[in-house]
């Protein structure tokens, strides 16, 4: 999962949305009078694909994974919509140029459309086609990071979704099992939730991929379990390999996170998050999150400048 | 999960939806422009609660029953909406009115509305409250049945999700396990997916509870697995127990189903449809689950007409 876009670089002041213009179906609209038909099913039932992407100096990152994983999710749904790769990133291009907008979130979603009110979808399908998108700046190299400060992270009660029920893969506008976890943060001073697969395995945060340090080598939840892949997260192991840190994908539980050198959250919006602390227990960033951050803003760098 | 509308004396037909009018955040709209915004936490992540209801005669059957299930669904959400239930039916009655509708479905949805761009709710919410109706003849005791005809029933591959993810019990906007289901059935003749806990017991069917016969005694899934506490099961079983009909609320596995006497599935628009077959061995109805009908139907009578 990951769909958060927050920080104190983020632009979300409510006169922002008054001025900017979204995508819907194909055309630009005032964001305030960007809607979707009460009948379509990705209003009724959820019944869309999403991706979170990033813009940094006009250019997309990763646009390629992240059209892939949304062709993922579309199959996974068995949601055939027939627009081309090549359409939807003119749609996402469109709405960064009539915003003026070169560094920036952006979230592409694709509905189902209004389809007669049956749950079983029709195998034609008039998608609905939403670009979102809101200022942010990047951090970068020299810059400010775009979350507000370390992850203060809690394991909740709350368990994710098994992949034999809606599989971890799929990155749909179905978040209540994210937001259940995150409502169990409420009183605490934790900003991300930690939910485990249902033996107890850690899995990933509501919003974020979880990593962290043990003895030099980098560990992360394997995607076997309940785990959606993460593009940050993918391209942070391929940058740790590298660079000869160790990576070990597999199965832990909350107890090695809490007793790591080092911790850090990923996700498109936050990029590598350090980790405060873990259910009360101070872990903190370190030497191989400061040097795999560097890694990444390089390669934001090298791609899209 | 109980959330369909079809069978022959639906009127889905497209010009339906241009004269008919929706209730949108306090206002009657035509249904083909009832919109909600795209930064609307329904249409973000499915977060909404919902209940379909039967109006009978201009009464709605079991209100009381379903305004309690929705504020269930808002208490698992952790959603403090803040309308009445006075509120909530005056807006159904409303639209009922404003398309001259004395027997009808209809579809009451709250989200937590527009918040800023985090998946973490605020607990201050101004709700989009949506009410859609559609005309629907009632059977009735000497009508004809809303469906098309008995159900043909396919046990599915996708599981149900667990309580400990996402309580079985809260009816909401998140849809996909059983839009997954539902695909599972292209290419075979069945229009209803069963699916199974993780465990493989029986569970649900993607918008119906499912009940059957065995001896002359009535069993249905307990609500103990992941299992929506239907209306209209609560109702027959009630029904069954008031007739000396011997009920029993259990776990069972699909080769349970298969070799009952008879199978009916239940939910509000259906009421109760029979079952044909179940994975290709033929159930159909029988004397207990006509006896059933005949004192829902009665049952309808009295709270109604």
Known sequence: MSDEFGGSNASDEPGGARERRYHVDGELIPAGEATVRVDDRGFRYGDAAFETLRAYG????????????????????????????????ARIDETLDANDLTDAYVRLSITRGVQPGKLTPRSEVDPTVVVVVKPLPRGGLDGE????????????ETRRIPD???????KTHNYLNGILART?????????ALLCDLDGNLAEGATSNVCFVDD?????????GPVLPGITRRVVLELAEAADVPVREGRYVPEDLRNADEAFLTNTTWELRPVDAVDGRRVGGGPVAERLTRLFDERVDERCY
């Open 164 to 170: 034999e029920a809606v599989p971890a893969g799929a």
């Open 145 to 156: 990071p775009v979350w507000d400060g370390p992850a203060t992270v809690r394991t909740v």
């Open 216 to 224: 030099g080598t980098l560990h992360t939840p394997s995607t076997d």
């Open 58 to 89: 006009g250019a997309i990152f990763e646009w390629d994974a992240h059209a892939d994983r949304l062709e993922r999710t579309c199959e996974t749904l068995a949601m055939d919509h027939g627009r081309s790769r090549a359409d939807l990133r």
């Open 184 to 192: 169990e943060l409420r009183g605490s001073d934790a900003d991300e």
